[in-house]
């Protein structure tokens, strides 16, 4: 179809119908909710090697924790699914209640059904906003855990030349972290044996997918916030219209 207007302009007016904040929230959505679901997934298991291998004799001592473990990744494919059908549905909605889209398209109309369901995306992103913000602080706490032992590990490296017989008092203890019960044997790992721990590919892996999964959370959660500041500048600017009187009508 011709555009009397000509090329130019006619693109220029597209290009000012594109809802450009849910348009970058949207992008760092589906960066961070990947970022933290794939390397949170893997994370997982390779966690599970690592207690299986270096912190527990019997399955019996670590069987809940492999339960857990996934559960969580269950609830890992639901996030992302989850996600990324919300993401769209708020990149539709943005679209939708954009002025300039329907500036191009005619009338512009701001319906009660439109206000109602920008109302309604408000109050759920901020619900998501107040969960994922538990969830940021929760990846937050394996980082803790393996930063610890990295840090116990290097302080090991440095006794070893000063002092070596005070290395075997440095342990790490996966039971004081609620990982195995406290009856687990042995549970922790100390001295040379947390050492040789420290430099293994798995430890090294499993710090890095956490890092990844930690930033992975931080992304998702500016994602939902500037969610929260796009919804509320379609709603604010519907309920305007809406009460000067243009379009009630859904």
């Known amino acids: ?16 119908g594109v809802p450009y904040c849910s348009l970058v929230a949207t992008l760092l959505c589906f960066s961070g909710i990947a970022l933290f679901c794939g390397c949170g997934h893997q994370a997982l298991t390779e966690t599970e090697r690592l207690i299986e291998r270096y912190f527990a004799r019997n399955l019996q001592d670590y ?40 500036q191009t398209f005619g009338e512009f109309r701001s319906t009660l059904c439109g206000r109602c369901l920008s109302s309604t995306f408000i109050l759920i992103t901020y ?24 840090t116990t590990c290097h302080t090991i490296t440095v006794l070893t030349e000063e002092n070596p017989a ?14 195995l019960p406290w009856n687990a044997l042995p549970g922790k790992a100390c ?39 796009s919804t509320t500048y379609n709603f604010a600017l519907l309920r305007y219209l809406g009460r000067k009187g243009i379009g009630t009508r859904c």
């Open 63 to 102: 069987s809940t924790l492999a339960y857990l473990i996934q559960y969580f990744q269950y609830v890992i494919y639901f996030l992302a699914s989850f996600f990324f059908l919300y993401c769209i549905v708020l990149l539709a909605e943005g679209f939708y209640t954009t002025s300039a889209t329907k």
């Open 1 to 16: 179809m011709s555009c009397p207007i000509g090329c130019y302009d006619c693109c220029m007016k597209c290009l000012g």
């Open 191 to 229: 001295g040379m044996t947390l050492s040789t721990v420290c430099t293994t590919r798995e430890f090294r892996l499993t710090y890095d997918l956490y890092i990844a999964t930690f930033a992975g959370a931080g992304i998702t959660l500016l994602a939902l916030l500037t969610y929260m500041v």
């Open 127 to 150: 619900l998501l906003v107040v969960v994922w913000l538990l969830v940021f602080a929760f990846s937050a706490l394996p980082v803790y855990f393996f930063y610890n032992m990295d």
């Open 166 to 179: 005070s290395i075997n008092q440095l342990c790490i203890d996966a039971r004081q972290y609620g990982l």
